[in-house]
């Protein structure tokens, strides 16, 4: 029950699709105060808004964001130990960097879970090789 | 139109999509790792021709760096273009299939992208809180647009079908007519609504209606035949490259493979097709503040005699503030890990938590001393 909970505070926040005004809006209610490099959502789009995570010593780490802001966060319910790397990689954008990790902790030993991202690329590219094949060898008329 | 013409719409097309920062979930836009040299040299140019251009330091939605850039790449396609006049190999019949192909295949990637935004309530989410908790004439055109269209799924159903459909038509040599006539509408709809509203896309929708055009402007004779002169229409034949065909087919599959993905990998990787569905964080909502609250307001740092109505949790970490006078006041939160609790990002670090048992409260420390207020949770 924990992970899916995680998933969704992570995604809840990169869900949103709207212009930067918009997004501050949406929070603050008027356009006072607001500032452009604060949001990284744009042309009514959304964005990616962890870009890399790197860990520092006694179990904290520095997310930082797209907008240029860093976050120190120290016994964060991920990086305790309960979770191996690859199951944290899960819960952030693909495109997330991990710095620091290599060989530190994170050894637990679980059944691998099913790789629901790497499942994802693995259908596209079924599903591109078998409809390329079908387009591509079609007799011409 | 002439090849002259065309040579300079193809570059500019493709200069303003390569150098845009769209945002992209499959792989990262190019133009995030060269923006700032576009910027850099418009800066320079500002300068020498002593122009006060506002720059920011980046292309996003309508900023003035956007409005120089796109003057930038218009001045600067005549003059990337001369030398491509008198390439041999750009045969007309190849640089009349390039112009239909880029113009298209250009439009129905972003028709896709935000035509699957909206069919997965993406783009129009379902409005927060601390919004439906706002007076009607308080609220600015833009959000109250983006809010009340956030309403209605069905509405952001039909018109993201619109979209995608559109974008699906202009893929086909035998339905781009159709594709780039739907989509003209489609975009004059939005482009309107962007200027009327003043939402922050409308650089970018006009180039897309200009790109509508483009393609509208190469079937000119038939539609003019068809639509106005009432004669009988005889369809001039797209130009064909010569080009293996098999390599025709998978570059064309390839492209609209990828357009696919791009435009619905978000949905698929999140498991969220439709979003008002789609779970809220914790304590997400709106509760009406009962009785005690200046010590609240005191903790927040909020002006002395300020009445609480109302807090808010918002769904990207901040927690709002409603005053008697329907002022608003946000600070953004971190969830605290393990606990019933946040702590707001401001200079005090204030802890709240949400206790449930007796009733709903709000504690928070205060000169050492705990204090509650009551709290009821309302519907919206």
Same mark, same amino acid.
């Given at each position: 029950?924990?992970?899916?909970?995680?998933?969704?505070?992570?995604?809840?926040?990169?869900?949103?699709?709207?212009? +930067?005004?918009?997004?501050?809006? %949406?929070?603050?209610?008027?356009?006072?105060?607001?500032?452009?490099?604060?949001?990284?959502?744009?042309?009514?789009?959304?964005?990616?808004?962890?870009?890399?995570?790197?860990?520092?010593?006694?179990?904290?780490?520095?997310?930082?964001?797209?907008?240029?802001?860093?976050?120190?966060?120290?016994? =964060?319910?991920?990086?305790?130990?309960?979770?191996?790397?690859?199951?944290?990689?899960?819960?952030?954008?693909?495109?997330?960097?991990?710095?620091?990790?290599?060989?530190?902790?994170?050894? +637990?030993?679980?059944?691998?879970?099913? !790789?629901?991202?790497?499942?994802?690329?693995?259908?596209?590219?079924?599903?591109?090789?078998?409809?390329?094949?079908?387009?591509?060898?079609?007799?011409?008329? | 139109?002439?090849?002259?013409?065309?040579?300079?719409?193809?570059?500019?097309?493709?200069?303003?999509?390569?150098?845009?920062?769209?945002?992209?979930?499959?792989?990262?836009?190019?133009?995030?790792?060269?923006?700032?040299?576009?910027?850099?040299?418009?800066?320079?140019?500002?300068?020498?021709?002593?122009?006060?251009?506002?720059?920011?330091?980046?292309?996003?939605?309508?900023?003035?760096?956007?409005?120089? =850039?796109?003057? *930038?790449?218009?001045?600067?396609?005549?003059?990337?273009?001369?030398?491509?006049?008198?390439?041999?190999?750009?045969?007309?019949?190849?640089?009349?299939?390039?112009?239909?192909?880029?113009?298209?295949?250009?439009?129905?990637?972003?028709?896709?992208?935000?035509?699957?935004?909206?069919?997965?309530?993406?783009?129009?989410?379902?409005? !927060?809180?601390?919004?439906?908790?706002?007076?009607?004439?308080?609220?600015?055109?833009?959000?109250?647009?983006?809010?009340?269209?956030?309403?209605?799924?069905?509405?952001?159903?039909?018109?993201?079908?619109?979209?995608?459909?559109?974008?699906?038509?202009?893929?086909?040599?035998?339905? /781009?007519?159709?594709?780039?006539?739907?989509?003209?509408?489609?975009?004059?709809?939005?482009?309107?609504?962007?200027?009327?509203?003043?939402?922050?896309?409308?650089?970018?929708?006009?180039?897309?209606?200009?790109?509508?055009?483009?393609?509208?402007?190469?079937?000119?004779?038939?539609?003019?035949?068809?639509?106005?002169?009432?004669?009988?229409?005889?369809?001039?034949?797209?130009?064909?490259?010569?080009?293996?065909? /098999?390599?025709?087919?998978?570059?064309?599959?390839?492209?609209?493979?990828?357009?696919?993905? !791009?435009?619905?990998?978000?949905? *698929?990787?999140?498991?969220?097709?439709?979003?008002?569905?789609?779970?809220?964080?914790?304590? =997400?909502?709106?509760?009406?503040?009962?009785?005690?609250?200046?010590?609240?307001?005191?903790?927040?740092?909020?002006?002395?005699?300020? !009445?609480?109505?109302?807090?808010?949790?918002?769904?990207?970490?901040?927690?709002?503030?409603?005053?008697?006078?329907?002022?608003?006041?946000?600070?953004?939160? /971190?969830?605290?890990?393990?606990?019933?609790?946040?702590?707001?990002?401001?200079?005090?670090?204030?802890?709240?938590?949400?206790?449930?048992?007796?009733?709903?409260?709000?504690?928070?420390?205060?000169?050492?001393?705990?204090?509650?207020? %009551?709290?009821?949770?309302?519907?919206?």
């Amino acid at each position: 029950m924990r992970t899916p909970l995680f998933v969704f505070l992570l995604f809840s926040g990169s869900l949103f699709s709207q212009t +930067k005004l918009i997004a501050h809006k %949406s929070h603050s209610g008027s356009d006072a105060s607001y500032s452009a490099d604060a949001y990284p959502d744009n042309f009514g789009e959304i964005a990616p808004r962890i870009k890399k995570i790197k860990l520092l010593k006694n179990n904290c780490i520095v997310e930082f964001l797209d907008w240029g802001q860093n976050d120190t966060v120290c016994d =964060h319910p991920y990086f305790t130990g309960q979770y191996t790397l690859d199951e944290i990689k899960r819960f952030y954008p693909s495109s997330t960097e991990f710095i620091g990790f290599e060989g530190k902790f994170f050894n +637990k030993v679980v059944a691998p879970p099913a !790789e629901k991202k790497n499942s994802l690329y693995l259908l596209a590219l079924i599903l591109f090789l078998g409809g390329a094949s079908i387009f591509v060898f079609k007799p011409a008329k | 139109m002439t090849r002259a013409l065309k040579i300079n719409v193809l570059v500019f097309v493709l200069l303003f999509t390569l150098t845009l920062p769209f945002p992209l979930h499959f792989i990262q836009h190019p133009a995030f790792s060269y923006e700032h040299i576009f910027i850099w040299l418009e800066q320079g140019i500002c300068s020498v021709i002593g122009f006060n251009c506002d720059f920011q330091g980046h292309l996003y939605s309508d900023s003035p760096d956007l409005l120089v =850039h796109t003057f *930038f790449l218009v001045l600067i396609s005549p003059l990337i273009s001369w030398p491509l006049l008198k390439i041999r190999w750009l045969s007309p019949e190849l640089l009349n299939k390039l112009y239909l192909l880029v113009c298209s295949y250009t439009l129905a990637f972003f028709l896709m992208k935000y035509g699957f935004d909206k069919v997965f309530k993406h783009q129009f989410y379902s409005p !927060e809180p601390n919004i439906l908790h706002t007076p009607f004439g308080k609220l600015d055109k833009d959000i109250l647009y983006w809010s009340v269209m956030g309403k209605s799924y069905s509405y952001s159903l039909f018109s993201g079908l619109l979209e995608v459909l559109a974008g699906m038509l202009l893929f086909f040599r035998k339905t /781009r007519k159709l594709g780039a006539l739907l989509s003209f509408g489609v975009m004059l709809h939005v482009l309107m609504i962007n200027f009327a509203y003043g939402i922050e896309v409308k650089i970018l929708s006009s180039f897309l209606l200009l790109l509508s055009l483009l393609i509208l402007l190469w079937y000119r004779r038939e539609l003019l035949a068809f639509f106005i002169r009432e004669n009988a229409v005889i369809c001039r034949p797209e130009p064909e490259i010569s080009l293996n065909f /098999r390599l025709k087919r998978l570059i064309r599959f390839t492209l609209i493979f990828y357009i696919f993905f !791009e435009s619905t990998f978000l949905a *698929f990787s999140t498991a969220n097709f439709n979003d008002d569905n789609y779970p809220r964080p914790k304590f =997400h909502g709106a509760y009406a503040v009962n009785g005690e609250h200046m010590l609240l307001a005191k903790e927040l740092g909020l002006k002395q005699g300020t !009445e609480i109505k109302r807090i808010f949790i918002h769904r990207q970490a901040y927690f709002i503030v409603q005053t008697a006078e329907d002022r608003f006041i946000d600070f953004a939160f /971190r969830y605290l890990p393990g606990k019933n609790g946040i702590q707001l990002r401001n200079p005090q670090k204030t802890e709240l938590y949400f206790q449930q048992n007796p009733g709903l409260k709000l504690e928070f420390q205060y000169h050492n001393n705990k204090q509650r207020v %009551s709290l009821n949770k309302l519907a919206f």
